[in-house]
Nanobody, 120 residues
C-alpha cells in the first residue's frame, strides 16, 4: 500500500516560514499530479496548492496562499515540497499531501499529516 509521509511542520510566529516535505512510497510518483491539502480546526480539508505531472509545468494555488506558498516536486526522490512564507495565524492546520484530485490511482488513503501552528 502506498504510504505518504508528511514532515516539516511546527510552531512558527506570524510572518515566519516553513518548508513541508512529503515522501511517497510509490514507483509511479512522477505520473500523477500532486497536491497539498490542509484541515484547520473545525474546517473541512481544502487544497492549498497543486502541481502537474510529470514535469512541474503548471502549478495552482488557493487564493489564500497565492504569492506566499510555492509547491515543487522531485520525481527522482519521489518527494513533494511546500515552501510557506509570510505565514499567518489562519494557516494553522494539519497539512497533507495526496494526488490531485485526491485518492486517485495508487493513492487510496491519507497520511497522518504534519501540524503547522502559526502563533505569537
Amino acid at each position: 500500500q502506498v504510504q505518504l509521509v508528511e514532515s516539516g511542520g511546527g510552531l512558527v510566529q506570524p510572518g515566519g516560514s516553513l518548508r513541508l516535505s512529503c515522501a511517497a512510497s510509490v514507483n509511479v510518483f512522477a505520473l500523477y499530479a500532486m497536491g497539498w491539502y490542509r484541515q484547520g480546526p473545525g474546517n473541512q480539508r481544502e487544497m492549498v496548492a497543486s502541481i502537474t505531472a510529470p514535469n512541474d509545468g503548471f502549478r495552482k494555488y488557493a487564493d489564500s496562499t497565492k504569492g506566499r506558498f510555492t509547491i515543487s516536486r522531485d520525481n527522482s526522490k519521489k518527494m513533494l515540497y511546500l515552501q510557506m512564507n509570510n505565514l499567518e495565524p489562519e494557516d494553522t492546520a494539519v497539512y497533507f499531501c495526496n494526488s490531485d484530485p485526491p485518492l486517485r490511482g495508487p493513492y487510496k488513503s491519507w497520511g497522518l499529516g504534519t501540524q503547522v501552528t502559526v502563533s505569537s
